[in-house]
């Protein structure tokens, strides 16, 4: 008999084509799986998806995608879930970066934890909101000059604490056409045609920028107005030295010189010496402030200060001069000051001060 013909045969000759024929309805089944993902994942990028989204209430799952999302650590995401629960929010995921609607919610926290006296959590609201501004910052940073809108002003650093602001007249795909000021025409800090420059801008939003360019030459504008036409920059840096959000203010204030004890368990106290000194507040925030004076003080010293806020009273802090920087124009020294000790009610006045709360 035929071995070639029998059923064993038969049966071994069919064993591939099974085989295949099962492997290719799997890769069907997982194709038409994949379209049907495609079509779900599509549909939930559709504005009529989100807005709906939108509309619905903060679950926990929520949360906690937008904590992988975003990077924020489990406490940060519980404190913004309980929030979200007792001010009845919206759904997060799709808001947290909407400013108006974020800054509702979390001042209607802050409104009914300071009626409970509870500073301890009024601090890590605060901490939570200066970290949600600091993400949402992040998502919206500016890879180049291009992307500066005309008006804007870009500000060039010189020598002795001068700054001198250059107004964007035009910004094309070649070039920015930048207004020279009338006070650096014809100084020795005016650049010149193809020098190579570092300016800064500031956003409304209070994001610091670092763009190099270089100069390309310099027209007379409208009006007869000086004007300076720049390369582009695709070298735009974010500047985050500052953790909080700082605000102008312009008060006087009062400050010292720092006597320091150390106790004798190694325990460091503070107090203010005798002699007292009359500075401008120029700006402050929850971790400092900068002072403006005529004394020559520097870096590394220890000073007691005593500010008021509109509205806030006053209070005292004690601080670290972490900068000192003497403007030749004006005779001021600026001294940046880091706090080292202050009462949490007052950091959080400072907080509520600047955010106006």
């Not at 001068?162 to 020795?188: A, C, M």
């Not at 070298?235 to 500052?242: F, P, W």
């Not at 403007?327 to 020294?333: A, K, Y």
Request: hydrophobic fraction near 35%.
């Amino acid at each position: 008999m035929d071995a070639t013909g029998s059923p064993l045969a038969a049966r071994q000759t069919a064993l591939p084509y099974t085989v295949m024929a099962f492997a290719l309805v799997g890769i069907g089944v997982l194709f038409l799986l994949w379209i049907v993902w495609k079509i779900l994942q599509k549909r939930k990028e559709s504005p009529e998806y989100i807005e709906a989204q939108k509309n619905k209430p903060t679950t926990l799952a929520n949360i906690q995608a937008l904590a992988k999302k975003i990077s924020l650590t489990r406490q940060e995401a519980l404190l913004l879930y309980n929030i979200c629960v007792r001010q009845k929010a919206k759904n997060i995921y799709y808001l947290w970066n909407d400013e108006e609607y974020l800054d509702g919610i979390l001042r209607q926290e802050f409104s009914r934890l300071r009626q409970k006296n509870a500073e301890a959590d009024i601090y890590e609201l605060f901490k939570l909101k200066s970290r949600l501004e600091r993400i949402e910052r992040m998502t919206r940073s500016i890879p180049s000059s291009h992307n500066i809108p005309e008006g804007e002003t870009l500000t060039l650093p010189a020598t002795g604490g001068r700054f001198y602001p250059f107004k964007i007249r035009k910004n094309d795909q070649d070039s920015l056409v930048l207004e020279v000021p009338q006070n650096l025409e014809g100084t020795e800090f005016c650049p010149k045609p193809l020098d190579k420059i570092v300016m800064t801008y500031l956003t409304k939003r209070g994001t610091q920028y670092v763009l190099s360019s270089r100069v390309i030459r310099f027209q007379h504008g409208a009006g007869g107005a000086s004007e300076m036409v720049a390369s582009h920059s695709n070298a735009v840096s974010m500047q985050n030295r500052r953790q909080w959000k700082r605000a102008n203010i312009g008060n006087k204030c009062v400050f010292s010189a720092v006597e320091e004890k150390t106790g004798k368990r190694g325990e460091i106290t503070y107090a203010p010496k005798e002699n007292k000194y009359e500075g401008i507040l120029a700006d402050i925030s929850a971790g400092g402030c900068m002072i403006k004076t005529q004394l020559p003080i520097k870096r590394d010293q220890k000073l007691w200060i005593k500010i008021s806020l509109p509205e806030r009273g006053e209070f005292e802090a004690y601080g670290l001069i972490v900068s000192a920087q003497k403007n030749n124009e004006t005779n001021l020294f600026s001294l940046h000051i880091s706090f080292i000790e202050i009462e949490e009610k007052d950091r959080n006045d400072i907080f509520a001060f600047v955010y106006n709360y």
